[in-house]
């Protein structure tokens, strides 16, 4: 593995890692969101402690850490900044596609240390199937790190030369994602939102690209995949999923820190206490940090478990993917609710953009807005602990 940045076993963990860097991103986090992407100098420092290579195998110089050390590497950079952990998160998941490549091009396409991945969400272009490959056309959005990512994917469904769906035994619809270089799209410059400015998750477009087919992966098909690594087994889904509601929790500290830090030096107008010396904040101070040490309590719990029974039994089964899914989807609503009451505690102080509590607001919400966060969510959860069959398994 020579030239690859930095060894792949061993030194400091992610996680400490990415604890390094909470300054740093803490005070940068108003030039992100002016940016609407992460700056060269702190991307640069985010590529320094390999941030972007969590999850790729080890083959190809990455940390190939355990589903935990994700979870708490993401949280770490969200106490700093959102918009960082978010897409350290997405191309975090999207990284696994490097265990189903075959040795050659997944040096190729990861080696380098800037390595980055991002595709957009869904299944939203089309690959018509010639000799060598795909020509594939379609556009894709929400793609999370587009700006500083060196690998677009574009997940699409594989049809034949006269445009007719190629079916899997099962008779859905096959789909590979397909991987192409940054300068071979046309980006849309599309991200002007409320929250998560940060993550300049753009829309990019091909049309009648060639693209050969060592360069496309079958996310969901393990008997392409290459490497024995436990991570590796876990779907891309459930692995996005712990990234995001860890995303919450981080944003959820931060504001907790933050609470903290105001109560100190606070005496709302029109009260002839601090809010330090105030019962009624003491409760409420109290309420939410046991709240947000219970719900990271469930998360670690739950990662660890599965993991453990993943590693011992070689590949994932229904328990582990619905016992994750229900502890991602319940953190992600527990950590935005959090973080909207430690905003309300710190009446109107926090409505200012120079203060600590605004943006994380914004980001928070923002983020649980995406699929992962979805109240269907629960009823899928909730029929499976009926032993009904779920309405969906696209997010499980």
């Known amino acids: ?38 700056p060269a100098d702190v991307l640069a420092e985010m590529h320094a402690a390999r941030i972007f290579r969590v999850l790729l195998p080890r ?8 589903l935990t050390e994700f979870a708490e590497t993401i949280e770490n950079l969200a106490i700093g900044d959102a918009s960082a952990a978010w897409v350290a998160s997405q191309g975090g998941g999207c990284a696994l596609a490097a265990a189903f490549l075959s040795e050659e091009a997944a040096e190729r396409w990861f080696g380098p ?35 500083h ?16 769906p190629i ?3 099962d008779g859905s619809k096959l789909d590979r994602t397909v991987l192409l270089r940054r300068d071979q799209a046309d980006i849309e410059d599309t991200w002007r939102v409320m929250g998560l400015k940060g993550t300049g998750s753009d829309a ?19 008997a392409e995949l290459r490497e024995p690594g436990t991570i590796f087994k876990f779907p891309g889904t459930v692995v996005y999923g712990v990234g995001f509601s860890a995303l919450q929790l981080g944003i959820a500290r931060a504001m907790l820190n933050h609470l903290r830090d105001l109560a100190l030096v606070k005496t709302p107008r029109g009260v002839s ?33 599965a993991y453990a029974a993943v590693a011992a039994r070689g590949e994932i089964a229904v328990q582990e993917r619905m016992d994750l899914k229900l502890a991602s989807v319940h953190v992600i609503h527990e950590g935005v609710d959090i973080v909207e009451a430690a905003y309300r505690a710190a009446g109107s102080t926090a409505i200012f953009e120079s203060g600590p509590f605004e943006r994380r607001l914004r980001d928070a919400l923002t983020a649980s807005q995406q699929t992962q966060a979805r109240a269907q969510n629960f009823v899928t959860l909730g029929r499976m602990l009926l032993d009904l069959e779920p309405e969906s398994w696209t997010f499980l």
């Open 1 to 38: 593995m020579n030239g690859h940045p930095g060894p792949a076993t061993g030194g400091e963990r992610a996680s400490a890692r990415a604890a390094g860097l909470i300054g740093t991103l803490d005070a940068a986090a108003a030039r992100i969101d002016a940016a609407r992407e992460l």
């Open 59 to 66: 083959s190809v110089g990455g940390d190939e850490a355990t």
């Open 204 to 222: 990019f477009a091909v049309t009648d690209l060639f693209v050969a087919e060592a360069d496309t992966v079958d996310r969901e098909n393990l």
């Open 113 to 147: 240390p800037d390595a980055v991945l991002a595709w957009g969400a869904g299944i939203q272009g089309k690959a018509v199937r010639v000799e060598g490959g795909y020509r594939v056309t379609g556009t894709w959005t929400f793609a999370s790190g587009s700006r």
């Open 273 to 305: 206490v601090s809010l330090r010396e105030n019962p009624v904040f003491q409760q409420t101070l109290a309420r939410l940090e046991a709240r947000l040490r219970a719900a990271r309590a469930y998360l670690i719990g739950s990662t660890d478990a």
């Open 149 to 164: 990512a060196t690998i677009l994917g574009g997940h699409s469904y594989v049809v034949d030369a006269a445009g007719a």
């Open 167 to 169: 079916l899997r035994d």
